[in-house]
């Protein structure tokens, strides 16, 4: 869990960051290849080439497509069809997503890690609620596809990760292997760029760059990397919870630093519900799908 927090925590900053410095500035897609062309240049000198098999780094590159790419550009993408607390809003349902993927992998069903989720979702939908626009139907599914893309991609690294060690093949350290990841998104960030990018809107002043940089190597870089890895350390439930727990976070940050509105009442409740999810799912869940019994007890239906 000290990964997910750290990196909530790191998270939480870029809100603010890209919105203050960059939204209506720089070229999203551009930002996104920065991103990902920074993050890939940290972990491209850690990889052991010789030793990494060109189906594990295959998959490695496609979970970075999805998870990091083809996220960043339904992500960005939704903002032409939504306001910023309806993007925000409609993000609060990857933890469903999370835990129904998972199960679908493991080819069963488990009602308290999807409850776990559900409280998780009240709580940031408690936070971030506002009333939507009329034509929000297109930014909904962009909104959508950006948190399958994120979900597919946590699941998806996190089960390569277990079926490694469960089949007894080489365990290599993460950090090794994880310059694929980044290459994978790098991939789909430069054709977004080159296909849908704004040329004359590039970066023009020191701040800018140093966001960029920031984004780059911190948010993207350790961030990415930093969560997988405790994804690959914690069950799907904690994972599906601690996807929500960056709402109140960033709203925290942006208020402290950039003194923007924030209703304290909604933030209390929020991440009351949020730290209650993640309580219910240590305490009760992990307890009730690990304990050996039949039936729907068990979490298997």
Not at 185 to 206: C, E, H, K, Q, Y
Not at 224 to 249: E, I, Q
Request: aromatic residues 16%.
């Amino acid at each position: 869990m000290g990964y997910l927090w750290f990196v909530t925590v790191l998270w939480a900053f870029s809100f603010s960051l890209i919105g203050v410095y960059l939204s209506g500035e720089v070229d999203s897609y551009f930002a996104v290849f920065s991103r990902t062309f920074l993050a890939s240049l940290m972990f491209l000198p850690l990889i052991k080439w010789p030793r990494v098999s060109a189906g594990l780094a295959a998959r490695l590159m496609a979970i970075g497509g999805i998870q990091l790419g083809l996220m960043f550009i339904f992500f960005y993408n939704s903002f032409v069809f939504l306001s910023v607390p309806e993007v925000v809003l409609f993000t609060v349902f990857t933890p469903i997503y999370i835990t129904l993927l998972y199960d679908l992998l493991k080819r069963r069903f488990t009602i308290w890690y999807l409850v776990s989720a559900l409280i998780a979702v009240a709580g940031a939908v408690a936070i971030r609620y506002n009333p939507l626009s009329r034509d929000f139907v297109m930014g909904f599914l962009m909104t959508q596809a950006a948190n399958l893309c994120f979900a597919v991609g946590q699941v998806a690294y996190k089960k390569l990760m277990e079926n490694r060690r469960e089949s007894g093949m080489e365990v290599l350290s993460q950090h090794s292997v994880f310059g694929f990841f980044y290459l994978g998104a790098l991939v789909v960030s430069v054709a977004g760029w080159l296909i849908w990018g704004d040329f004359s809107m590039m970066p023009t002043t020191p701040v800018q760059w140093g966001v960029l940089l920031w984004l780059g190597m911190a948010a993207s870089g350790i961030g990415y990397f930093l969560w997988n890895k405790g994804a690959t350390m914690v069950n799907p439930g904690a994972l599906a919870v601690m996807n929500n727990a960056l709402v109140p976070a960033a709203l925290l940050v942006n208020l402290m630093i950039w003194n923007r509105d924030a209703e304290l009442f909604r933030l209390i409740i929020g991440g009351g519900l949020i730290l209650l999810a993640l309580w219910f799912n240590e305490s009760w869940a992990k307890q009730k799908v690990e304990r050996p019994s039949s039936g729907f007890s068990s979490g298997i239906a």
